[in-house]
């Protein structure tokens, strides 16, 4: 009965490849993030989605990019992976756009590139 | 740009004890939300508490309150009898849009209890 999920939970990769990240949720909600937490615990966000509208935070490399094939779901694909890219991804959703709507948050993905 | 202020990387206090979280905020919006989470060892981030800025009530949710104090933007949390699963990091957000789109975190408060 996990709210919002994602996988895997730990990802090694090397520098260059391209991987992918999933995120499910099971609430109902209309709107799904992606949050970047560095090393330091510092969270910031990447993304959001809502019906199909897709807000980019402008520091974000091209080489991130977001998939969302339906409301429920919304996956991160990361291309050409560099050291810095390393961090834990958190996916998260909130029930109503403009609401101010609190978060609920996968369990993040560890993501370490070598 | 909106700034959130977490003056305090690190905190301890005694179960059953009282703790207060400071955080502070920048902001020209007159309305938007504030909001507490949590990031215990599981690394997991729960929601703790929510506060709407136009609302004068100090939300609380059992052992957690805030003192919101918007003059001086300020948001701080405390947490009364202090239990050992309250063991986290504390992360204040503010949120100028309630749309999440530019939630803000804070830099965290460790918080340990102890026997």
């Known amino acids: 009965d996990t709210a919002v999920s994602q996988t895997p939970k730990y990802l090694v990769t090397q520098m260059g490849n391209d991987k992918s990240i999933k995120c499910e949720q099971n609430l109902g909600h209309d709107t799904m993030y992606w949050y970047k937490q560095d090393s330091k615990k510092f969270l910031k966000i990447m993304f959001s989605?809502?019906?199909?509208?897709?807000?980019i935070n402008e520091t974000v490399p091209n080489r991130f990019s977001p998939k969302s094939p339906d409301k429920a779901h919304l996956n991160l694909h990361i291309n050409s992976l560099e050291l810095g890219d390393s961090a834990v991804y958190f996916c998260?959703?909130?029930?109503?756009?403009?609401?101010?709507?609190?978060?609920?948050f996968g369990n993040g993905t560890r993501l370490t590139v070598t | 740009a909106q700034t959130v202020t977490q003056s305090q990387p690190e905190m301890s206090v005694q179960e059953a004890e009282t703790v207060t979280l400071s955080c502070t905020y920048d902001t020209s919006e007159n309305n938007y939300y504030l909001f507490w989470y949590k990031q215990p060892p599981s690394r997991q981030m729960i929601l703790v508490i929510r506060?709407?800025?136009?609302?004068?009530q100090n939300a609380t949710e059992n052992r957690f309150s805030v003192n919101f104090q918007k003059a001086a933007k300020s948001f701080s949390l405390k947490i009364s009898d202090s239990q050992l699963g309250d063991t986290a990091m504390y992360f204040c957000?503010?949120?100028?849009?309630?749309?999440?789109?530019?939630?803000?975190f804070g830099t965290g408060t460790r918080l340990q209890v102890t026997l």
């Open positions: 998260a959703s909130s029930r109503e756009w403009r609401s101010g709507s609190p978060l609920h």
């Open positions: 957000a503010f949120d100028p849009t309630g749309t999440a789109s530019k939630l803000t």
């Open positions: 989605y809502n019906n199909k509208e897709l807000i």
């Open positions: 506060q709407e800025a136009y609302k004068q």
